[in-house]
């Protein structure tokens, strides 16, 4: 089955400085990466994704890249503020339909130090 | 945009007893639907992949007869804590599968406590 390795598990940034959290996956079959924000109790929320056609996705101040070769994917996070931090996880589905299971990372705490 | 509504958002029952989590998709049909737990400071497990109409596909070291999950209807979802026990508290989290553009939508997740 498919595994996600997540780095690093924290990260503290500056604010206005940026943050990048890198994951790799095992299963060449996996097309889509999404990326979750999960603030404290409650469930994660869909902040980017990115299917593997593409190599670059960008929405404001975050971003995410691809490497399929590699079997890797990046979240940038751009002129960070303390409202960005929370846990972050990355996943992998072969699917971006929701009929195929999502594997996720291990998540990283992001503090931004205002 | 696609939404779940997943309740109750917190519960606590004693040791033995049974306890119900239900996930609606408001304003999609939700073809599939997951079942997460998660522990503190810890990533999201799969649990269970229910197809509405089927019997869920659980995942290796899920006891089925102890998380009963229902999907009898394209809106509705249910998770059920048959049994339960100190080590069962843990947040679960539900996905639905909407088959189309919204991909994964995920309720705000149960915190169960169990004493």
């Known amino acids: 089955g498919e595994n996600v390795e997540q780095h690093p598990s924290t990260l503290s940034v500056q604010e206005g400085d940026s943050a990048v959290i890198k994951c790799t996956y095992s299963d060449s079959a996996s097309n889509y990466f999404p990326w979750y924000k999960q603030e404290l109790g409650k469930g994660p929320q869909l902040i980017i994704d990115i299917r593997s056609n593409v190599g670059e996705k960008k929405d404001q101040r975050i971003a995410v890249t691809l490497n399929k070769t590699a079997k890797h994917f990046s979240l940038h996070i751009t002129e960070t503020q303390p409202e960005d931090s929370a846990v972050y996880f990355c996943?992998?589905?072969?699917?971006?339909?929701?009929?195929?299971?999502?594997?996720f990372g291990t998540g990283t705490r992001l503090t931004i130090i205002p | 945009g696609a939404v779940v509504s997943q309740h109750p958002s917190w519960v606590i029952c004693k040791s033995g007893t049974s306890v119900k989590i239900e996930c609606r998709s408001l304003?999609?049909?939700?073809?599939?639907m997951f079942w997460y737990r998660q522990f503190p400071k810890q990533s999201l497990m799969l649990m269970a992949t229910?197809?509405?109409?089927?019997?869920?596909?659980?995942e290796q070291g899920v006891e089925k007869d102890k998380f009963l999950i229902n999907h009898a209807s394209l809106t509705l979802s249910t998770l059920t804590v048959t049994s339960a026990h100190p080590e069962d508290s843990s947040f679960y989290i539900c996905?639905?599968?909407?088959?189309?553009?919204?991909?994964?939508?995920f309720g705000s997740g149960t915190r169960l406590t169990v004493v």
């Open positions: 304003d999609f049909q939700a073809t599939t």
């Open positions: 996943a992998a589905s072969r699917s971006n339909f929701g009929n195929e299971k999502l594997t």
């Open positions: 229910s197809n509405e109409g089927s019997k869920a596909t659980y």
């Open positions: 996905s639905a599968g909407t088959g189309g553009p919204y991909g994964y939508t």
